[in-house]
């Protein structure tokens, strides 16, 4: 089993479903992680229950689809934590959008490195 301990992880789609479901078992796991959605509140209360546990966690509330967003999160996920691990997106991606190419690109080298 990989440990995940002390690794940074963005998880996006995290205010509800499988988003949040991972983002909880990736701070159960020791990683600290970087949430991020259109729902500030539901990541403010994702944030508060990850902490009640023990976890660390980071909200950022935007459109991840958004690429001067997306470019934001990968950075602040690496300000505030450190070297990125993994980047899982949820939901927010539709064949029709894509993700922005500049989380594609920045996350992926991150995780080519770290990996």
């Known amino acids: ?7 940074v992880a963005i998880v ?3 205010s509800a479903g ?3 479901a ?10 600290k992680v970087v949430v991020a959605a259109r729902r500030k509140a539901e990541l403010d209360s994702l944030v508060r229950e990850i902490a009640g546990e023990g976890g660390d ?3 950022l509330a935007s459109d991840v689809s958004d690429e001067a967003f997306a470019k934001e999160l990968v950075e602040r996920a690496e300000q505030s934590y450190g ?8 939901p927010a991606y539709s064949a ?7 989380f ?4 992926g080298t991150e995780l080519s490195r770290s990996i």
């Open 1 to 7: 089993m990989v440990d995940l301990k002390d690794k």
């Open 12 to 14: 996006t789609g995290a």
């Open 18 to 20: 499988i988003g949040r």
């Open 22 to 31: 991972s983002a909880k078992l990736f701070a159960r796991a020791g990683t």
């Open 57 to 59: 966690a980071l909200a």
């Open 83 to 90: 070297r990125l691990m993994s980047a899982s997106t949820m």
């Open 96 to 102: 029709n959008r894509g993700r922005p190419r500049a």
């Open 104 to 107: 594609r690109s920045k996350a």
